[in-house]
C-alpha cells in the first residue's frame, strides 16, 4: 500500500466558522482536518477575515476563544500560502471571495470548500474542484475508503 496522499484544501469564512462552532457537515471538515486528512490552506487575507467573523457579537466568543480556535486548531496544521497576487477581479458580483480562488490557485489546492454560490457556480477554478461542504464529505468518505 502507497503513502496516503493529503488532500489539500481552502475553505471559506462561513463554512469554517461553522465548523469551528457547531456541529454538522462543516463539524466533519473539521475533524478531517484534526484528523490530518486534509491539509488547510490559508493566507493572511483568509485569516483575517476568519477573525473578522469569529468576532461578531452574534458569537459570543471571548478574545481567548478566538486565539484558541485560531493559534490551537487552525494555524498549527495549516499551511501558508504566500505570494499571492491579483491583477483582475475574477468574481465580479463578490471580489471579496476571489482570495479563496488565489489561494486554492497558488497553493494547489485539491478542493475549495464553500457554500457561497459565487464559488461552487464555478466548478472549477484553475484546477482545483470547488465544492459545497456535502460534496467534499462525500468525495472524501469515498477516497478514504479506495485508501483501505
Do not use: W
Request: hydrophobic letters at 40%.
Amino acid at each position: 500500500m502507497g503513502k496516503k496522499k493529503i488532500i489539500r484544501i481552502v475553505v471559506d469564512t462561513n463554512v469554517i466558522v461553522s465548523g469551528l462552532l457547531f456541529d454538522g457537515i462543516p463539524g466533519k471538515i473539521i475533524e478531517a482536518f484534526k484528523r490530518n486528512d486534509v491539509q488547510l490552506l490559508i493566507t493572511s487575507d483568509i485569516v483575517n477575515e476568519y477573525i473578522k467573523v469569529l468576532s461578531y457579537p452574534k458569537f459570543e466568543l471571548t478574545e481567548d476563544d478566538i486565539n484558541y480556535l485560531l493559534y490551537r486548531i487552525l494555524l498549527p496544521r495549516s499551511k501558508i500560502v504566500s505570494n499571492v497576487t491579483q491583477e483582475d477581479v475574477i468574481i465580479a458580483q463578490d471580489p471579496s471571495d476571489d482570495k479563496f480562488l488565489l489561494c486554492s490557485s497558488e497553493g494547489m489546492a485539491d478542493y475549495l470548500i464553500s457554500g457561497d454560490t459565487h464559488l461552487t457556480s464555478l466548478g472549477k477554478f484553475q484546477g482545483t474542484i470547488i465544492v459545497t461542504p456535502a460534496e467534499f464529505i462525500k468525495k472524501l468518505g469515498s477516497y478514504n475508503a479506495r485508501m483501505l
